[in-house]
């Protein structure tokens, strides 16, 4: 037996990645769905800040990822995106990082087309802006000296919805998706403390633990906190097959098997430890 | 001479972006406005050095035949495709730069990172070990959050997300916010010390 | 041509590509490897050429209604002294620029970081001291000794004994529940990525090939 064991821990780590892929493949391939219950989360705490705002309140949503975490943030973007959407929001898109131009753009429109919203009415994207927290804290002062243009350079003049928008305390809330740096505390930092908007998020789960300071202290409204958060949202949204959710089987089962794995490692090194001391 | 109008213009842009936030007003309004534009620019020509640098490097890697310069010409071929596609059909959706960043940039981003996951389990399964009771804490703060994550957590028992919420909300944000003010403290002592050229590591390397 | 099919393929195969690397590293990996820094590379440029530089630099400068501002050439010549690096007579160059992006950054965040990560959170832990009921005394008092604790941790111009010492421990103690749900939740986070990429396959490019076989609907 404790030979068994001590094999068991020293298993080949492509054995490993084989189960892996089996405990994610397995329940997408059987379709499985788990009921996603949404207690009182910090995604709760968003939603109903989004559900409460007027008709008619802009909206802006910071595309701050790139697509190595679109697995969990494009969930996020479509499902915040579609809750504003169907507030009637003046949702205008922007991004802190090159690739989320494009990757907000595709939430966007995607969902625009689908709950028959118009561009340059009802949504913008006005693209990329390098400079981080620097160009966060000018667009404090004037949206239109950074964004004279949007992504496919449309002069701002140009744009019916952005008439009435002139700096950052035009916007009744703000909204990350944010990655990393910048992204989120860039904006807690220059948007919320400093210019008094409210601020969302929606962020990878590695960062999701630091960014609950800012949530106990009232400078953030709400969080989705990863697949998780974004499956919560989907929830509240009533987003119909939602990705989040579909996500939600698989990362049930993988979770259950990499614990079972640290238990075993764990098991093996006692077993070992124990087979060291007896001698 | 060549280390000291560096530094008056690291303290300069560092005054005006700190008077700037006490004294919102004119000059400094105007001054803090246009170095922030400025700074846009200026960043961005950060983005063309790495480019650049990275054309370099490959170029290099190709001339004197190093190792896996046989793969030079793909990054140097991916980097022309995506330079010329978007100076020709610009970033508009639809068009071809667009389509490849979506059907080949974003999916090669994604796998990359996804990846993690098998050397995140293999590692676990190897070095994470409850040698000690805080060990064993950690461990158990680290399984609960996993169960708590995920609906299966709720399956098992209902108390489970409510005991992973009140984890994450009071032991987990009083550690955070420990580390996150000691950082702060951190990053206010540094910056001084970059405003007023007492660090000046940055400006090295360009001799 | 069926573009979205291309597209769906194209995806599938340099996600192939990149997964054989959990076999072993092969040429099929190094060269989809080095297909995404190129490829990522040129999406950068562009993007700051399309948003950034024509739209804040090249119309501030020479706007479309006529004119030239002077005053826009310094920004230019300043993003171009960070390509002087790339000449060693020339590089000398670079530290103007980024004495300027140095310093603007430092000041920014000397401010920023003290008001938001160090004052507001403060603020809240001091605040966060419940009255309400026994409960939620208890996990604001676990809040607050946390906090304290964990700075008293990380403050070493004073040595670890005594009360310090055992004050300390008990920061470590709640150091570790933060690190653990940490890594509880990057694990989640690696998953999550994985799940994302076998829904693409499964989903999206699994379906194509009865599609292209002439099998099904």
Redesign the interface.
């Known amino acids: 037996m404790a030979g068994f064991i001590e094999k068991l821990g020293n298993?080949d780590?492509r054995i490993?990645?084989i189960l892996?892929?089996l405990s994610v493949i397995i329940p997408i391939s059987l379709n499985l769905i788990?009921?996603?219950?949404v207690?009182?989360?910090p995604s709760r705490d968003l939603f109903e800040y989004v559900d409460a705002l007027p008709e008619g309140s802009n909206v802006l949503v910071s595309f701050d990822y790139?697509?190595?975490?679109?697995?969990e943030l494009q969930p996020m973007a479509e499902a915040v995106v579609a809750h504003l959407f169907k507030k009637n929001a003046n949702v205008v898109g922007m991004a802190l990082w090159p690739?989320g131009?494009?990757?907000g753009?595709?939430a966007m429109?995607h969902m625009a087309d689908s709950l028959g919203k118009v561009q340059y009415e009802d949504w913008c994207n006005l693209?990329y802006?390098?400079?981080?927290g620097?160009?966060i804290?000018?667009l404090g002062?004037?949206m239109s000296?950074?964004f004279p243009t949007d992504?496919?350079?449309v002069p701002w003049s140009e744009i019916p919805m952005l008439r009435n928008i002139t700096d950052l305390e035009s916007f009744s809330l703000i909204i990350s998706l944010s990655a990393g740096d910048p992204g989120i505390i860039a904006w807690v930092m220059m948007g919320g403390d400093?210019f008094g908007v409210p601020i969302g998020g929606g962020c990878t789960?590695v960062s999701a633990?630091?960014l609950?300071?800012y949530?106990?202290t009232g400078q953030m409204v709400g969080m989705l906190g990863?697949l998780?958060g974004a499956a919560d949202y989907e929830t509240l949204v009533g987003i119909k097959d939602g990705q989040a959710v579909r996500g939600?089987?698989p990362?049930?089962?993988?979770?259950?098997?990499?614990?079972l794995?640290?238990i075993?490692?764990?098991v093996a090194?006692f077993t070992e430890k124990k087979k060291g001391g007896a001698r | 001479m060549?280390?000291i109008?560096?530094?008056?213009?690291?303290?300069?842009?560092?005054?005006?972006?700190?008077l700037?936030?006490f004294v919102p007003h004119q000059p400094f309004?105007l001054l803090?406005?246009n170095?922030?534009?400025?700074?846009?620019?200026?960043?961005?020509?950060?983005?063309?050095?790495?480019?650049?640098?990275?054309m370099?490097v490959h170029f290099r890697k190709i001339r004197l035949k190093l190792k896996?310069w046989k793969?030079?010409p793909?990054?140097?071929?991916?980097?022309?495709?995506?330079?010329v596609l978007?100076?020709i059909y610009?970033?508009?959706?639809g068009k071809p730069?667009?389509?490849?960043?979506?059907?080949?940039?974003?999916?090669?981003?994604?796998?990359?990172?996804?990846?993690?996951?098998?050397f995140?389990?293999?590692a676990?399964?190897?070095a994470?070990?409850?040698?000690n009771w805080?060990?064993t804490?950690?461990?158990?703060?680290?399984?609960?959050?996993?169960?708590g994550?995920?609906?299966?957590g709720?399956?098992i028992w209902d108390k489970i997300?409510?005991a992973k919420?009140?984890?994450?909300?009071?032991?987990?944000?009083?550690?955070?916010?420990?580390?996150?003010?000691?950082?702060?403290?951190g990053?206010?002592a540094?910056?001084?010390r970059?405003?007023f050229g007492i660090e000046r590591s940055?400006?090295g390397g360009?001799? | 041509m069926n573009?979205e099919i291309?597209?769906?393929w194209?995806?599938?195969l340099?996600?192939f590509c990149?997964?054989s690397?959990?076999y072993r590293d092969n040429p099929f990996y190094?060269?989809?490897?080095?297909?995404?820094?190129?490829?990522?590379?040129?999406?950068?440029?562009?993007?700051?050429?399309?948003?950034?530089?024509i739209p804040?630099?090249w119309q501030?400068m020479v706007p479309p209604e006529g004119g030239f501002n002077w005053i826009w050439i310094?920004?230019?010549i300043?993003?171009?002294?960070?390509?002087a690096?790339?000449v060693p007579k020339t590089?000398?160059l670079?530290?103007?620029?980024?004495?300027?992006?140095?310093?603007?950054g430092?000041?920014?965040?000397?401010?920023s970081?003290?008001q938001?990560?160090?004052m507001a959170?403060?603020k809240?832990?001091i605040i966060s001291v419940a009255t309400g009921s026994a409960w939620d005394i208890f996990?604001s008092l676990?809040?607050?000794?946390?906090?304290v604790?964990?700075?008293v941790?990380?403050f070493f111009s004073k040595a670890h004994t005594g009360v310090v010492g055992k004050t300390a421990n008990v920061?470590?103690?709640?150091?570790?529940?933060?690190?653990?749900?940490?890594?509880?939740?990057?694990?989640?986070a690696?998953?999550s990525?994985?799940i994302?990429?076998c829904q693409?396959l499964m989903e999206d490019w699994l379906p194509t090939i009865p599609q292209l076989l002439g099998i099904g609907g």
Not at chain 1, 34 to 37: I, K, Q, R, W
């Open positions: 298993t780590r490993i990645f892996i892929a788990f009921p996603n219950p207690g009182a989360e790139d697509p190595s975490t679109m697995p690739q131009a494009s990757l753009q595709d429109s693209g802006k390098s400079g981080g620097v160009m804290v000018r002062s004037s000296a950074v992504k496919d350079n400093r789960a633990p630091t609950y300071t949530l106990q990863g998780k939600m089987a990362q049930s089962v993988a979770h259950l098997v990499i614990m794995f640290i075993i490692g764990n090194y | 060549r280390l109008i560096p530094l008056v213009i690291t303290f300069t842009a560092g005054m005006i972006m700190i700037n936030y309004r803090g406005d170095l922030q534009e400025w700074f846009l620019i200026v960043a961005s020509g950060a983005i063309f050095l790495g480019a650049a640098n990275l370099h896996n793969y030079s793909v990054t140097i071929i991916g980097f022309l495709v995506m330079f978007g100076l610009g970033v508009v959706e730069f667009d389509f490849l960043f979506l059907n080949m940039v974003a999916p090669m981003g994604a796998t990359m990172f996804s990846l993690l996951a098998f995140v389990a293999s676990a399964f190897r994470f070990r409850a040698s805080r060990a804490l950690l461990l158990t703060s680290a399984f609960l959050v996993m169960l994550q995920v609906p299966i709720a399956m997300p409510l919420v009140w984890l994450m909300s009071i032991p987990n944000t009083a550690g955070q916010r420990a580390v996150m003010i000691g950082a702060a403290m990053v206010v540094t910056s001084l970059i405003i940055y400006l360009a001799d | 573009w291309l597209g769906v194209l995806g599938a340099v996600t990149l997964y690397f959990l190094k060269f989809a490897e080095h297909l995404f820094v190129g490829m990522s590379a040129g999406y950068w440029v562009i993007y700051n050429i399309e948003n950034v530089l804040n630099w501030n310094i920004p230019g300043f993003a171009l002294f960070m390509l690096r790339m590089a000398g670079s530290r103007l620029a980024l004495g300027m992006i140095i310093g603007a430092a000041g920014l965040n000397m401010v970081f003290f938001t990560n160090a959170q403060v809240g832990t996990s676990v809040l607050v000794v946390g906090v604790s964990g700075l941790y990380f920061g470590i103690t709640i150091l570790m529940i933060a690190f653990g749900a940490s890594f509880g939740y990057t694990i989640m690696r998953l990525l994985l994302g990429r693409f």
